[in-house]
C-alpha cells in the first residue's frame, strides 16, 4: 500500500472514532439513561478540560522522548478502554470519568496524527502543502460514515455506539505502530510554556488580539451544543404522534451529518470571503450563522419544519468553520513567526478548552432550567424552543457587542 493511502487509512478511523459517540451520545444518555441536561453538558465540558490540558503535554512527549506514531497507539489504546468501559456504566459518576479519561487521550492525538502524517509525506518527499488536505478531508468522511453506521444500526439508542468507537480505537491503536517512524526532535529546545500556547500571551499586550481571544472563548462556546442535545433534540419528537415516524426523528443522526457534509464545502470558500470582506466580517458572519442555526432548530420541527431544521445544519458549515478556521488564520497572521505555534496553542485552549467548559456547563443549567423532573429525576417535560432561542439570543449578543468592540480595518490585499 502506498504511503498516502495509508495515512488517508489513518485520518479515515482518527475521526470514524470520534463520530461513532459524538453526535449520538447525548441522545443516548437522556433518553436511555435519564441524564439530567445540567449531567449532560458536564459530560461534554470533559471535552473542555482535555483541550486544556492534554494536547500541551503529550505535544512535548512527543518533542521529547517518544516516537509519536507510538505515542498516537498508546494514546488511541489506552482510549479504547475507557470507552469500553463507559459502555458497561449507567450512571452519571462513572460515565464522567470514564469519558474524561477518554478524552485526555483522545484529544491530543488530532495533533499527534497531523505530525504523523507531515512526518511521512516529508520522508517520502511529497508536497505538504498540496497532499494532506485531501488526507483531511478523509477524516470527516470518516466522521460522517460513523454518524450513518451508528444511526443505520441503531447504536445511537444504546452504548454499542461506545463499543464500536473502542473497537475503532484499537484497530487505529495498533495500526498506528506500523506507520513510519515519527522520532523526538532532541533538539527542539521546546518549553512547557510554548506547549501550552503560553509564551503567545505576549499577543494580549494587543487590545485588538486580548479583544478577540475574549470573544473567541464566548463563541467557542457554542461549538459543541448542538453536539451535546442535537440529537436529544430531535428525538424528542418521538413521542409526538404526528412526527414518530418522520424520517428526520428515526434517523436523526443522519439528519445531523448534513452538518458535517455543510462543514466541507464552507471550508473551500474561506479564501474569498477572508480576501473580499476581512476577519472582521467574516467573525461577524459565523456569528450571525450560529444565531441562524439555533433560531431554526427553536422553530423547527421533522414535519412541516424540516426545512428550517435542514437549513440548520447548511448554516452550521459557516458557523463552524467562518469562526474556527478563519479564526487560527487570524491569528496566524496577527503572531509573530516564533510564536505561531504557541499561538494555534492558544487559541485552540481558549476555544475549545475554555470555551467548551463554559458551553458544557452553562448549556446544561439552561437545559435544566427549562425542564421539569419527576422526583426520581425521570424527564416530564422540556421547552426545547425556548432553550434554543435562548442559545440564539446568546449567539446574536456577541455579534452585537464583537461589532462595536473589535476595531479591525480590512486590506484586500494583505487578507
Not at 52 to 62: Q, R
Not at 193 to 211: E, N
Not at 335 to 361: E, H, W
Request: charged content about 10%.
Amino acid at each position: 500500500m502506498g504511503i498516502k493511502f495509508r495515512l488517508t487509512l489513518m485520518t479515515f478511523l482518527q475521526f470514524f472514532i470520534w463520530g461513532a459517540w459524538l453526535i449520538s451520545l447525548g441522545g443516548y444518555l437522556g433518553r436511555n439513561l435519564n441524564f439530567e441536561g445540567g449531567q449532560i453538558g458536564s459530560i461534554f465540558a470533559t471535552l473542555g478540560i482535555a483541550s486544556l490540558i492534554m494536547p500541551g503535554v503529550v505535544g512535548i512527549i512527543a518533542d521529547k522522548w517518544i516516537n509519536a506514531e507510538r505515542l498516537l497507539g498508546i494514546c488511541h489504546l489506552l482510549g479504547a478502554a475507557c470507552l469500553f468501559y463507559a459502555s458497561t456504566v449507567t450512571d452519571y459518576d462513572h460515565m464522567y470519568w470514564a469519558m474524561l479519561l477518554n478524552l485526555l487521550c483522545y484529544m491530543p492525538t488530532i495533533a499527534l496524527n497531523n505530525t504523523v502524517a507531515y512526518n511521512a509525506l516529508e520522508q517520502y518527499h511529497y508536497d505538504i502543502v498540496k497532499e494532506f488536505p485531501p488526507i483531511r478531508t478523509f477524516g470527516t468522511i470518516g466522521f460522517i460514515v460513523a454518524m450513518w453506521v451508528v444511526d443505520l444500526t441503531g447504536f445511537k439508542n444504546s452504548s454499542a455506539q461506545l463499543y464500536m468507537a473502542g473497537i475503532s480505537a484499537v484497530v487505529l491503536g495498533l495500526y498506528s505502530f506500523t506507520l513510519p517512524k515519527c522520532p523526538p526532535a532532541k533538539s527542539q529546545k521546546k518549553s512547557w510554556l510554548s506547549a501550552f500556547g503560553l509564551d503567545a500571551l505576549v499577543l494580549f499586550r494587543s487590545s485588538k488580539m486580548t479583544i478577540f481571544f475574549l470573544f473567541a472563548m464566548l463563541l467557542g462556546a457554542a461549538l459543541q451544543i448542538t453536539n451535546s442535545y442535537g440529537d436529544l433534540f430531535i428525538g424528542s419528537f418521538k413521542s409526538i404522534p404526528q412526527y414518530a415516524n418522520a424520517f428526520g426523528v428515526k434517523h436523526s443522526v443522519i439528519l445531523l451529518s448534513i452538518s458535517q457534509m455543510s462543514e466541507t464545502l464552507f471550508i473551500l470558500t474561506i479564501p474569498f470571503f477572508l480576501r473580499r470582506f476581512g476577519i472582521k466580517r467574516v467573525m461577524l458572519m459565523s456569528m450571525l450563522a450560529w444565531v441562524f442555526r439555533f433560531g431554526l432548530f427553536g422553530a423547527g420541527n421533522p414535519g412541516t419544519g424540516l426545512w428550517m431544521l435542514i437549513l440548520s445544519m447548511i448554516v452550521y458549515g459557516m458557523a463552524f468553520d467562518f469562526f474556527n478556521i478563519s479564526g487560527s488564520l487570524f491569528v496566524e497572521k496577527e503572531a509573530k513567526p516564533d510564536i505561531r505555534g504557541s499561538a494555534q496553542g492558544l487559541f485552540m485552549m481558549v476555544t475549545n478548552g475554555a470555551g467548551a467548559l463554559i458551553g458544557g456547563y452553562g448549556s446544561g443549567a439552561i437545559v435544566d432550567f427549562y425542564s421539569k423532573y419527576a422526583p426520581n429525576h425521570d424527564l416530564i417535560s422540556r421547552n426545547w424552543p425556548a432553550i434554543w432561542f435562548i442559545f440564539a439570543a446568546y449567539a446574536l449578543v456577541i455579534a452585537v457587542l464583537f461589532a462595536v468592540f473589535f476595531k479591525y480595518k480590512h486590506t484586500p490585499d494583505l487578507d
